[in-house]
T-cell receptor, first 112, second 119 residues
């Protein structure tokens, strides 16, 4: 079983739609969670951290369910510029340090 | 401010040749990571340096791969000899960690990557 699993997509949605991505992780000891965004042929960049109580940043809402080992990202009012791959990331304490484990990503395509 | 700088951006080489990828981390960052990204395997951590010392090289595929960090502002990843299956995008990333166990806050700053094609 992969450490971090995501639906690869692609999710094809019209502008203005609401879309949600899910991610599951296998290590119950994971402490920190993040969403990164990667545009086509570009480097990954931090989108937002995910806090236990859930958190929002503009049109983006992240949720964490520790009991189910599940993380989600909700995007409201999708824009064309939201088209990208969204990477779910969890930390795992391994080899004496907190290591980031990246999911394979979910691809989002927003069309006019 | 300059971000993480990688070179070359693109490299096409023939099987058996030596490849050297270079990285300049963000000034003040004490953690440096080399990742490899392919369609099949996603982003894989190859090696992690903290304060120029290799901490975790368990992701280095085999002896053909080596990495060095001679000082806080420079690192290299070398593949010798290269093989077609090494074709991938290699990313360098840096961050600041208060201590080793802290790892990082989750914000890694990635370079633009080096796209390697081995024929």
């Amino acid at each position: 079983r992969k450490e971090v699993e995501q639906d690869p997509g692609p999710f094809n949605v019209p502008e203005g739609a609401t879309v949600a991505f899910n991610c599951t992780y296998s290590n119950s000891a994971s402490q920190s969670f993040f969403w990164y965004r990667q545009d086509c042929r570009k480097e990954p960049k931090l989108l937002m951290s995910v806090y236990s109580s859930g958190n929002e940043d503009g049109r983006f809402t992240a949720q964490l369910n520790r009991a189910s080992q599940y993380i989600s990202l909700l995007i409201r009012d999708s824009k064309l510029s939201d088209s990208a791959t969204y990477l779910c990331v969890v930390t795992e304490f391994s080899g004496g340090y907190n290591k980031l484990i990246f999911g394979a990503g979910t691809r989002l395509a927003v069309h006019p | 401010d300059a971000g993480v700088i990688q070179s070359p951006r693109h490299e096409v080489t023939e099987m058996g040749q030596e490849v050297t990828l270079r990285c300049k981390p963000i000034s003040g960052h004490n953690s440096l990571f080399w990742y490899r990204q392919t369609m099949m395997r996603g982003l894989e951590l190859l090696i992690y340096f903290n304060n120029n010392v290799p901490i975790d090289d368990s992701g280095m595929p085999e002896d053909r791969f080596s990495a060095k960090m001679p000082n806080a502002s420079f690192s290299t990843l070398k593949i010798q000899p290269s093989e077609p299956r090494d074709s991938a995008v290699y990313f360098c990333a840096s961050s600041f960690s208060r201590d080793l166990a802290g790892g990082n806050t989750g914000e890694l700053f990635f370079g633009e990557g080096s796209r390697l094609t081995v024929l």
